[in-house]
């Protein structure tokens, strides 16, 4: 079998990459992609994936009584994910892959946490990215939801909804300054490009 086709990650355009290049353009969608982080991100996504399928054959009850050896082999495959994606940060990824990447860097820093194989500092930075991330998601669902509501209630169903606006945003607000203090405190060398940073709150 040969290696699978690449697919654009904006538009899901199959492309005939040429070989020898790290940038390349879309001749569809015309998004420019950096291809050490796009091959990064797949061969992270690939390693996270056995790593979770092999962890999930181990009970949690089992994983607090030592290393069980298929815990082992989902642990190395973790580690080989968590470098991949770390790689994969360094440039701008697509919002579904960087999505995908907050909640992989996430899980793994979680169980990296619970052996002691990354700072507490970090495994925060990665958690409170994915707070983040629910945050602003919830955000754009209520925002959706607002554009379309009727019915009976539907002043009501307003009020309610943009005071959970309100707060979201205060709570935005919060996490922003909580990130940048991790950022500075961890003293990342070249700091992830994990966040949204096109993201604004709109009435």
Not at 70 to 99: C, H, I, N, P
Not at 118 to 142: C, G
Request: proline letters at 4%.
């Amino acid at each position: 079998m040969g290696e699978p086709p690449f697919i654009c990650p904006y538009c899901e355009t199959e492309l005939s990459l040429p070989e020898d290049v790290w940038y390349y353009t879309c001749e569809h969608c015309h998004n420019r992609l950096d291809l050490k982080s796009q091959f990064a991100f797949l061969r992270g996504l690939d390693a996270f994936r056995e790593g979770q399928d092999l962890l999930d054959k181990v009970s949690p009850r089992k994983r607090r009584w030592g290393f069980h050896p298929v815990d082992k082999a989902s642990l190395t495959l973790f580690m080989e994910a968590y470098s991949s994606l770390q790689v994969a940060f360094l440039a701008e990824l697509a919002e579904g892959q960087r999505e995908v990447g907050v909640r992989m860097m996430t899980s793994m820093s979680d169980e990296f946490m619970k052996r002691s194989m990354v700072s507490p500092l970090e495994a925060n930075y990665w958690n409170t990215l994915m707070i983040e991330q629910t945050a602003q998601a919830e955000y754009d669902q209520l925002k959706t939801r607002l554009e379309t509501v009727n019915g009976h209630f539907r002043v009501l169903k307003r009020w309610r909804w943009r005071n959970r606006q309100k707060q979201l945003i205060a709570s935005l607000e919060k996490l922003d300054q909580k990130i940048a203090l991790l950022e500075r405190q961890i003293e990342f060398v070249d700091i992830p490009r994990a966040r949204n940073t096109r993201w604004k709150p709109t009435a």
